[in-house]
C-alpha cells in the first residue's frame, strides 16, 4: 500500500458551489479521503479576508457548502471535517508566523495585488487580507501535515508556506533531528478545465457558473444561452471545441464516445452548437439531479452536519493543541 500522508485542504464559503468547485477540488477529496489521513474544512476566517462586511451571507454559504460536501459523499468518519474558527489554534500559530514573516514576502504573492484589483468595490487592503498566507501556512503546519492538494493557482501559496515554515523552524529549533514543523509538500492534482458559461473562468462573481444543484430549467435555459465558439456564427462554420465551455463540459460529464463525436463534428461543422448543447443536457440533468437528491436527504436530517462538525472539531483540537504545545516550548511561551 502507498504511504498514508496527512493532507490538509481548505475551501472558502464565499456562495453557492458550482460543477468547477467540483472538478477543481472536491473530486480529489473524495479520492484524497480513501487513500490518506485528511483534514477538511470549511475556512472561514479566509473568507472574512474579503466578505468581512457580511458575515452572516457567509455563514449561511457555509453551511450550505458543508451540505453539500455530504450529499457529494465526504464522510466524516474517514475525515477530520471541522469550520476553521473552531480551531483558535490556526490563529495562534498564524498569529506566531507573523513574527518572523517579513512583509515583502507576502506582498510578493502574485494573487495578492491581482485579486485587490480583481474585486472592485471591496476595499482590500487591510491586514487580514495581506496577512491571507500566512493563516493558510498555518492552517497546514497545525496539523504537522506534508502534503497539500493544489492546483496550479495555488503554488505560489505553497512555496510561501515553506519559506515560513523553514525560517521558523531555523530561528526556534535549529538542532538537527526532526523539525518542529514539517514543510509541506504540494501534492499536485489534476483537474479538468472547467470554462463558466461565458467563456471566462468559472466563477460566482461572473455569474456564469452552473451549480451543483441546479433546478432543471434554469440549466437548460442558461446552457442553451451560453457562449460557443464566436467563430461559428453560422451552422455550417467550423469551430474549435478547445476554446468553447460546453466542449469542456461534455469532457466532464459525456462518454468518451460523445467527447469523440463532439471532438469530431466540431471541426467540420458537422455538429450545430444546438445538438451539441442538447447532447450535453442529456449527460448533465442526470448528474444534477443526482445531486439535489442526495442534498435533499442531507437537507432532512440537518443534526448530522452539526454532529460531525462538532465531533471534527474536537478532533481536529487534540492535534492542534499537541503542536502547539510544543511551538509554545520552543517559543519559551510556556
Ligand atoms: N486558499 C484556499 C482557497 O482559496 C483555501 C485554503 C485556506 C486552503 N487554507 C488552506 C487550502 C490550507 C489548502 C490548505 O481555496
Ligand atoms: Fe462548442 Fe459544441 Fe458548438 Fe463546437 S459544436 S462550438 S463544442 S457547442
Given at each position: 500500500?502507498a504511504?498514508?500522508?496527512r493532507?490538509?485542504s481548505g475551501?472558502?464559503?464565499t456562495?453557492?458551489?458550482?460543477?468547477?468547485h467540483?472538478f477543481?477540488?472536491?473530486?480529489?477529496?473524495?479520492k484524497?479521503?480513501?487513500?490518506h489521513e485528511?483534514?477538511?474544512?470549511s475556512?472561514d476566517?479566509?473568507a472574512?479576508?474579503?466578505e468581512?462586511?457580511?458575515p452572516?451571507?457567509?455563514?449561511e454559504?457555509?453551511?450550505?457548502m458543508v451540505a453539500?460536501w455530504l450529499?457529494?459523499?465526504?464522510?466524516p468518519?474517514?475525515?477530520?471535517?471541522?469550520?476553521?474558527?473552531?480551531?483558535?489554534?490556526?490563529?495562534?500559530?498564524a498569529?506566531?508566523?507573523?513574527?518572523?514573516?517579513?512583509?515583502?514576502?507576502?506582498?510578493?504573492?502574485?494573487?495578492?495585488?491581482?485579486q485587490q484589483?480583481?474585486l472592485?468595490g471591496?476595499?482590500l487592503?487591510?491586514?487580514?487580507?495581506l496577512?491571507?498566507?500566512?493563516?493558510?501556512?498555518?492552517d497546514?503546519?497545525?496539523y504537522?501535515?506534508?502534503?497539500?492538494?493544489v492546483?496550479?493557482?495555488q503554488?505560489?501559496?505553497?512555496e510561501?508556506?515553506?519559506?515560513?515554515?523553514?525560517r521558523?523552524?531555523?530561528?526556534?529549533a535549529?538542532?538537527?533531528g526532526?523539525k518542529l514543523?514539517?514543510?509541506p509538500?504540494p501534492?499536485l492534482?489534476?483537474?479538468?478545465k472547467?470554462?463558466?458559461?461565458?467563456g471566462?473562468k468559472?466563477?460566482k462573481?461572473?455569474?456564469?457558473?452552473?451549480l451543483?444543484?441546479?433546478a432543471?430549467?434554469s440549466?437548460?435555459?442558461r446552457?442553451m444561452?451560453?457562449?460557443?465558439?464566436?467563430a461559428?456564427v453560422?451552422r455550417?462554420?467550423?469551430g474549435?471545441?478547445e476554446?468553447?465551455?460546453?466542449?469542456?463540459?461534455?469532457?466532464a460529464?459525456s462518454?468518451?464516445?460523445?467527447i469523440?463525436?463532439?471532438d469530431?463534428e466540431?471541426r467540420?461543422?458537422?455538429?450545430?452548437?444546438?445538438d451539441?448543447?442538447?447532447?450535453?443536457?442529456?449527460?448533465?440533468?442526470?448528474a444534477?439531479e443526482?445531486?439535489?437528491?442526495?442534498?435533499a436527504?442531507?437537507?432532512q436530517?440537518?443534526?448530522?452536519?452539526d454532529?460531525?462538525?462538532?465531533?471534527?472539531?474536537?478532533?481536529?483540537?487534540?492535534?492542534?493543541?499537541?503542536t502547539?504545545?510544543?511551538?509554545?516550548?520552543?517559543?519559551?511561551?510556556?
Open positions: 500500500m504511504t498514508r500522508l493532507v490538509v475551501m472558502r464559503p456562495g453557492k458551489l458550482h460543477v468547477g467540483f477543481g477540488a472536491l473530486k480529489n477529496w473524495l484524497l479521503q480513501d487513500e485528511c483534514f477538511f474544512f475556512a476566517w479566509h472574512l479576508t474579503t468581512y462586511a457580511t452572516g451571507e457567509m455563514k454559504a457555509e453551511r450550505d453539500d450529499a457529494l459523499g465526504i464522510d468518519t474517514k475525515v477530520v471535517l471541522f469550520v476553521q474558527s473552531r480551531v483558535k489554534q490556526h490563529a495562534e500559530l498569529l506566531l508566523f507573523g513574527m518572523v514573516t517579513p512583509i515583502p514576502w507576502l506582498e510578493r504573492v502574485p494573487t495578492y495585488k491581482e484589483q480583481n472592485t471591496k476595499d487592503s487591510t491586514y487580514g487580507f496577512g491571507y498566507p500566512l493563516l493558510q501556512a498555518a497546514v503546519a497545525v504537522r501535515a506534508t502534503a497539500v492538494p492546483g496550479q493557482d503554488v505560489a501559496h505553497l510561501l508556506s515553506r519559506e515560513i515554515v523553514r521558523f523552524n531555523n530561528l526556534y535549529p538542532e538537527v526532526p514543523l514539517p514543510e509538500q501534492l492534482t489534476e483537474h479538468p472547467i470554462l463558466g458559461l461565458d471566462r468559472m466563477s462573481s461572473f455569474h456564469n457558473a452552473i451543483l444543484g441546479e432543471e430549467e440549466a437548460k435555459k446552457l444561452t451560453a457562449v460557443t465558439d464566436p461559428r453560422r455550417n462554420d467550423p474549435n471545441p476554446v468553447c465551455p460546453i466542449f469542456y463540459l461534455h469532457k460529464y462518454p468518451p464516445e460523445t469523440a463525436m463532439v469530431r466540431c467540420t461543422a458537422g455538429i450545430g452548437c444546438v451539441c448543447k442538447k447532447a450535453l443536457l442529456v449527460n448533465l440533468l442526470p444534477l443526482k445531486h439535489r437528491k442526495a442534498r436527504e442531507v437537507d436530517a440537518p443534526e448530522r452536519i454532529q460531525a462538525l462538532e465531533d471534527g472539531a474536537r478532533r481536529a483540537n487534540e492535534v492542534a493543541e499537541e502547539m504545545r510544543d511551538v509554545r516550548r520552543a517559543m519559551k511561551l510556556e
